[in-house]
């Protein structure tokens, strides 16, 4: 059976916000996240004959939401722009106020500095409450590569979030 439009409406109505979330937790940078959950969705558009097939949906997607991120801050790289989300002026009057705070939060700040491993299979977890095998699939690891990287996510997160007097 040939895959409709109207199939492809009803996956990205669904996916694309989840998309969306989970790029926020790996940038900062509105623009950045834009143009990589613009473009995993225009990939999944342009292969949907093919992705349509697929049982597992979410692997492919967020695997590929991963390699548009890389590509749109290579992007932004290259023209000399900052993907550093701490070089941005304030512009507290230009934004709403929950993408104001959003950007607040020490947690995804946190998430954003870990390497691109950790930062995923956490993310992952965090947003999703994946378990370690649909992260394994999505990241194409094995089960015990999530389960160090996210050891080693956790342990550097109490690290950073741990404030002056020891605590979290």
């Known amino acids: 059976m040939k895959p409709t439009s109207v199939e492809f ?13 989970y ?22 558009h342009q292969y949907w004959g093919k992705i349509s097939q697929y049982e597992n949906k979410r692997a492919w997607l967020f695997r590929v939401a991963g390699q548009r ?24 009057g230009d934004r709403d106020a929950l993408a104001h705070r959003v950007d607040r939060l020490d947690i995804l700040d946190a998430v954003r500095k870990l390497p691109q491993q950790q930062a995923t299979a956490i993310a992952l977890q965090l947003q ?3 378990q370690l095998s649909d992260i394994a699939e999505i990241m194409d690891v094995s089960t015990g590569s999530v389960k160090t990287h996210l050891h080693h996510a956790r342990k550097t997160l109490e690290t950073l979030l741990a404030d ?5």
């Open 23 to 44: 790029l926020l937790w790996l940038e900062g940078d509105p623009g950045i996240i834009d143009d990589a959950a613009q473009e995993t969705m225009i990939s999944a």
């Open 128 to 130: 999703f409450d994946y």
């Open 69 to 92: 991120l890389n590509r749109a801050r290579q992007a932004r790289q290259r023209h000399g722009l900052s993907t550093d989300p701490h070089e941005f002026p304030d512009m507290q």
């Open 9 to 21: 409406a009803r996956f990205f109505t669904e996916w694309e916000p989840q998309v969306r979330r």
């Open 164 to 168: 002056t007097d020891g605590g979290i």
